[in-house]
């Protein structure tokens, strides 16, 4: 399963969820296989900081590395 973040790059990830996507400016993911598991107060902290972006209005700063 691939759950993408369409603003990930702007949300604090201290748990280090997400793991795939993770050379674009923009969107992040976290890929799950079968039988893994995902830390779910991370988890839903990181949902809970993606809600909150997306009702904020912001634009997701692109993180440009050079």
Excluded: Q
């Excluded at 997400?18 to 598991?37: H, K, P, Q």
Aim: charged share 30%; no cysteine; proline share 2%.
């Amino acid at each position: 399963v691939k759950l993408t973040f369409a603003k990930g790059a702007a949300l604090k990830d201290p748990a280090k969820l997400f793991n795939s996507s993770l050379d674009g400016n923009v969107r992040r993911a976290i890929d799950t296989g079968e039988g893994e598991t995902i830390d779910a107060k991370a988890f839903k902290a990181l949902v809970r900081a993606a809600i909150e972006l997306n009702a904020s209005g912001k634009k997701a700063s692109a993180k440009r590395t050079r």
